[in-house]
């Protein structure tokens, strides 16, 4: 590996490690997926396919925090509007609040 990328592949490992903690499998689970994903690559020395690979890593970090950022409305969708009835209410009724 090339010495300059060499931090921001441990940079992309830490940061991938962290969002796996809420990973819906486990972090177990994701974190056995991480090393095996870097160990297999990890004889890879051309610098421009060491940036492709990146690049594809820090995809799917935007993934992830768009999966948990996704699971997070739902929930507080779930919370405020299929518990008190209020937004099937506001879609079959309109939105006439004032009257």
């Known amino acids: ?3 300059p990328l060499k931090s921001e592949v441990v940079r992309l490992y830490k940061t991938l490690l962290f969002l796996g903690r809420e990973y819906p499998k ?3 689970y994701f ?8 160990t297999k690559n990890r004889d890879v020395k051309d610098p421009e396919e060491i940036r492709q690979l990146l690049s ?8 992830l925090e768009a999966l948990y950022y996704l699971r997070k409305y739902r929930a507080m ?3 405020y509007y299929d518990s008190a ?3 099937t ?3 079959t009724h309109g939105s006439d609040w004032n009257s």
């Open 1 to 3: 590996m090339a010495n």
């Open 26 to 28: 486990g972090t177990d």
């Open 31 to 38: 974190r056995d997926r991480l090393r095996a994903a870097f």
């Open 56 to 63: 594809r890593g820090e995809y799917v970090v935007k993934e």
């Open 77 to 79: 969708k779930k919370r």
């Open 85 to 87: 009835g209020l937004g």
């Open 89 to 91: 209410w506001c879609y």
